[in-house]
């Protein structure tokens, strides 16, 4: 069945030149319209769809064609596209900035491409004026085929953007839907792993309410809604929302209860991730290591997920019943995801970028320390190594690693996921190896056995259901032995 999906990809040239106010402005007066709004994210990042969850009060996921290919990345999109007036899906970076810094693949455009969405280029015309329409015809006719619908200026004046406006349309033959002037008192911070967290910035809500109420008078709704609508129907497959994987006898009708570590520290997750393990049969609860004093009860598994546990340290370390709840858990069997963040959590000792050092949970042995730096950022596609299929998680002999034996990842399988962290430990891991791809370069990390994985690189686990299906169902098992 072919699904009506009106939707925009709103890109740039390069990052910085204003996607995301646009994109949360634009979110912000559809709201303010009446109109049903979906928002989504181009590529990995966490942050970007918290700012668009605050602005419409529902949750945004990402849209990655490198983690997910391209018909499944249709699917994932009308899964939350088709009951919407409007989709507005933000780009990653420059349009075309893709795999590697060499390819388009997983950028923007190919996102663009595999949606057959319109584009609309936000440009910064603060500094330029002429000039600009080099860069936008450029842009435009860069690839053979052509996404480019629309432009829409950023920090430029109601007096200057008739002119611009003009120039756009007379020369280019292309439609400009508004502009955003330059904005007093609404500033998107930025630290070294990207924007400062929403619930960070105070009076963030009210902000982003004044660029709603901005935008219904500078951009072009009605415009921007016809160029959505133009984009063709897509075929909806639903079967590849839901992998023909099963838990198995034994598997109750309640499911199994996956407590989410929830908090300012671990708040890193793909929505389609947690999508996947309820449809396979889990129920989420979340929690909070900072705040709360063990482990839910009812808990069958843990997912620990990343975020910016340095932050909250000393918190953490506090929280003494919690680490030793968690540990505890995990001594007698738990199935655990632990993600970078929550990889940290689980380590002995976190040092904060002060140089304070924090005691954490002490499941995992080593230590971790802030760089400075960014270390093995990007993509990765994860494989067993040799190690690792003899390994143990905890290097106890408590997990045996290979599928067979109930590993969550089996020899000749593999997982992909994104590395993005300042904070390192010598005890990475040597369970799995990671592989960049175009450059092929590789390292060892994670530790991975029966039920359990932690490791900076956070999966995507609609990559390979598989590892998902076994996870929940290595927590129906520790349920009923639990009983």
Known sequence: ???????????????????????????????????????????????????????????????????????????????????????????????????????????????????????????????????????????????????????????????????????TEDRLGLSVCGYLPKLEGIVMESRHLGLVMPQEIEGLKEQMDRLGQTCLETLDLELLEKIGAEAPPLEETRELLFPNLHLGEGASAKGPAIAVARDPAFSFYYKDNLRLLEKLGARLLPFSPMKDKRVPGEADALLLGGGYPELYGGELAENGSMRDSIQSSLQAGMPCLAECGGFLYLLEELEDREGRAHRMAGFLPGKSHYTGKLSRFGYVTLTLTEDGKAATSAESGRFPATAEHGGLLGPGESIQGH?????????????????????????????????????????????????????????????????
């Not at 990390?445 to 609609?462: D, K, N, S, T």
Request: with cysteine; aromatic share 10%.
């Open 1 to 167: 069945m072919r699904k009506k999906a009106p939707r925009l990809v709103i890109a740039a040239p390069s990052s910085g030149s204003g996607k995301t106010l646009v994109t949360c402005g634009l979110l912000s007066a559809l709201k303010k319209a009446g109109r049903r709004a979906a928002a989504f994210k181009c590529g990995p990042d966490y942050i970007d769809p918290m700012f668009h969850e605050t602005v419409l009060g529902t949750p945004s996921k990402n849209l990655d064609t490198f983690f997910a290919g391209e018909e499944l990345t249709r699917q994932l999109f009308l899964e939350d596209a088709a009951l919407a007036d409007l989709s507005v899906v933000e780009g990653v970076m420059g349009l075309y900035d893709g795999l590697g810094g060499v390819t388009t693949q997983a950028s923007t455009w190919d996102v663009a491409r595999t949606l057959e969405a319109p584009v609309i280029l936000v440009v910064d015309g603060a500094k330029s004026s002429v000039s600009v329409l080099a860069l936008i015809r450029g842009f435009r006719d860069f690839m053979e085929e052509k996404r480019i619908r629309g432009v829409i200026f950023n920090r430029v004046s109601p007096m200057r953007y008739p002119s611009l406006k003009s120039m």
């Open 419 to 483: 590395e993005f962290h300042y904070m390192d430990t010598e005890g990475t891991g040597e369970a799995l190896l990671a592989r960049k791809p175009v450059t092929g370069r590789s390292w060892t990390c994670g530790h991975i056995g029966e039920g359990f994985y932690a490791g900076f690189p956070h999966l995507y686990l609609y990559s390979s259901p598989k590892v998902a299906a076994r996870f929940v169902r290595k927590a129906e098992e520790y349920g009923n032995k639990r009983q």
